[in-house]
């Protein structure tokens, strides 16, 4: 039999999070789940569309409900959609630690059979009554969580008091082979400029959260690299500003957004992760699939994929020394480099598939749809 499972993001950006969403519908088995896509609107509307489109899920745009409304009143449209949609599995995924609850909500009050809550990344939320509430009346609506690493699962129990029996960890995962192709030697002479520089890359958003100024500040300590920013966001006219400051600006690439990351990833000699915190970051398991050496902060779930030495480097948040020595180390000894990337590669297929991901996500699925029905027939 098919059931339908609804996922919703009230994101406004497009990111690790709405990539992860996207290669989870891809992959639902649809003899099982008919996926359905459901959106507010705002700046990441047209990707996750046109994503949704080309792996055939149907998506649905459902109001806003914003804060200065009355939320009763806001909610109800979105009561509604869901509705209409008639799912047995509401997914809710909350890229930030309180986003998503008027989604949950909704949910709860269209009385799906079960609802899922996917913590893509836990941000730190000051104490106060407002916040605890809004989470406590979501966790109410919840039937399972899903942190994407043991650091966010825990960092859900220690400050929301999640019941271990509502949660559990599903790491993200990724189309592998997608990132196995050679390098185009034209993509790397331009990035270098014709120069015989090495190429360290980096794509993340261009986000506070992703520490890129520390990774500029590195950049000024290795003038014999060009430093490659992939991604799009608010802070690059800041970036740009102190990349001329620190007179780097002659080796350092702005991109934007990119959809060619395997080819980028290709043709660099080590990626770099500079980022404050995370959940799980997909960008540091494409470069692990793609045998590329990995130095990343060791926040959130980063040391979960990455073992310190073996698969890649890792050094603290916000010391640009530390980064520069590590990405020192990677580009003046290939052996090392090779060895890394290699060690990456192999964990990253034994561990971050997008098939174990969704084999394990439509396990939860099933789940709680057996508890469902078990709870009618001892009801009788």
Known sequence: ????????????EFGGTEQVVLQLLSGLDRRR?????????????????????????????????????????????????????????????????LSGKYGLIAAALSRVFAVVGTAHLFTEVPPGLRAD?????????????????????????ARFRVPASKLQVVRNGI??????????????LLLARDEPRAVVLTVARLDPQKGHEYLLAAAAAIPQAVFV???????????????????????????GHRSDIPDLLAVCDVFVLPSLYEGLPLAVLEAMA???????TAVGGTDEAVTNGKSGLLVPPA?????AGAIRTVLGDPTVARRLGEAG???????????????????????????????????G
């Open 345 to 379: 590669q192999a964990r990253a297929r034994r561990e971050f598939s997008a098939s174990r991901m969704i084999r394990e996500v439509s396990g939860v699925y099933e789940d709680l749809l057996e508890r469902v029905g078990s709870d009618r027939r001892a009801r």
């Open 33 to 97: 789940w008919r996926p359905v896509l459901m959106h507010h609107g705002g700046a990441s509307h047209e990707r996750l569309a046109a994503g949704a489109n080309e792996v055939g899920v149907e998506f649905r745009l459902v109001p806003r409900v914003s804060r200065r409304s009355d939320v009763l009143s806001g909610i109800l449209p979105l009561v509604r959609a869901i509705r209409a949609e008639h799912p047995a599995v509401f997914h809710a995924h909350l890229a930030a630690s």
């Open 175 to 188: 189309d592998l082979d997608r990132y196995c192709r050679a390098a185009d030697p034209r993509l790397r």
């Open 319 to 323: 010391e640009p020394s530390a980064l």
């Open 229 to 255: 920013f992939a991604g799009e966001g608010e802070e690059r006219p800041r970036l740009e500003r102190m990349a001329r400051a620190l007179g780097v600006a002659d080796r350092v690439r702005f991109l």
């Open 133 to 157: 509430l809004n989470h406590r009346a979501a966790r109410a609506c919840v039937d399972r969580y899903i942190a994407v690493s043991e650091e966010v699962a825990r960092r859900m129990r």
């Open 1 to 12: 039999m098919t059931s339908t499972v609804v996922h919703f993001t009230d994101s406004d």
């Open 290 to 296: 793609a045998a590329k050496p990995v130095v990343a």
